[in-house]
């Protein structure tokens, strides 16, 4: 494996919000350099503009392209050709075009194999719209754009607590039709092959939560966990993932049960993402798992009602760093293990040896 330094590129998402705040704080460590060559895709103009009215420290260099970066520095690709008007806390057409020009760049770097992975900054999902972007957020412009066919999962972790979800941006009026036996397995599927490919974990443990209050209460509210989630489950166990489930929302998270797994699957957005902001929000990270390319963010907003105020935590944006970093080695050590024989078959008896153990896992849930 190479010994260099992981080149991450960095979008400035929405210019009016925190972004540039938790950039400049996180690269404002001159550890953080050694640590990686950073490449933030925005505006030089903007990020002086918030360097000065936040008296922040931190240096930079303006490059054309990352393949200019220094490696000890943090670089800025000029995304934005006009100059871009920062309107503090609110969002503008202006400011969404400006946070769409700096990712579409990124991503044209990224396929020119000059940065190795991409953290993005928050965006306002409304005003990034347009034709380029018809999208509910980053994940589905990302399978979009970079997916080769394959589909992507949104995971929102800190350290060993994971949460993926089933549906994600879509009204909750939708997601009981929505939901499929052939999704909630594609679901499975995709968070055990990254939970063991971009997290180094031989036997994923993944927890299924169910969609009805009571998981149904014996089809008594609701006839999904009978119908669609538990023959999922069952189908995946058949193939030889270990997957349980499934387990009532509520009682599974307020009883601390997800310490037990290495992945909770929800079936929808707010399921997962409120008790995992709720115990996590201040270093929480967004992981877009299944893509190619190594994608993460910070798991908040634009946070407009502290934009420019100096108050804003660095914390979580400097954890979607770090994360960044580990699944892009995990990947390339995967990827060695996968070329000697050997090495993969050791894998493979792990993973048998720890089906009992699991087994107990369930029963004492």
Known sequence: ME??????????????????????????EPAMLELCTPIIYGSPK??????????????????NSAKEADADKLSIV????????????KPTAEGGRAA??????????????????????????HTIQSEEFSFPGHTEFLENALGKGQKALMILMKDDFRVALVTGHIPVSKIASTLTKELIEEKITIFNYSLKQDFGIGAPRIAVLSLNPHAGDESLLGTEEQEIIQPAIEEMRAKGVFCFGPYPAD??????????FDGVLAM??????????????????NYTAGLPVVRTSPAHGTA?????????????????????????????????????????????????????KLDSVEEDL
């Open 251 to 260: 009682g599974f998270m307020g009883s601390g049960n997800y310490t037990r």
């Open 268 to 285: 929808y957005h707010d399921q997962g993402l409120a008790p995992f902001k709720a115990l996590a929000m201040d270093e929480g990270v």
């Open 304 to 356: 407009y009602d502290i934009a420019g105020k100096g108050v804003a935590s660095e914390d979580s944006f400097r954890q979607a760093i770090y994360v960044a970093i580990d699944v892009f080695r995990n990947r390339q050590r995967e990827r060695v293990a996968r070329a000697n024989p050997l090495r993969k078959q050791y894998y493979e008896k792990r993973d048998d040896s720890d089906k009992l």
């Open 46 to 63: 903007v990020a002086a503009y918030h360097r000065k009215a936040l008296d922040l420290p931190t240096g930079f260099s303006i490059v």
């Open 3 to 28: 010994n260099r330094k992981i080149r991450v590129g960095i979008t400035q998402g929405d210019v009016n919000g925190i972004g540039y705040e938790v950039i400049l704080k996180t690269f404002a």
């Open 78 to 89: 000029n995304c934005n050709a006009d100059e871009v008007k920062v309107e503090l806390s």
């Open 100 to 125: 769409l020009d700096a990712l579409e760049k990124a991503i044209e770097e990224y396929k020119a194999g000059l940065i190795d992975v991409l953290v993005t900054a928050p965006i306002n999902k």
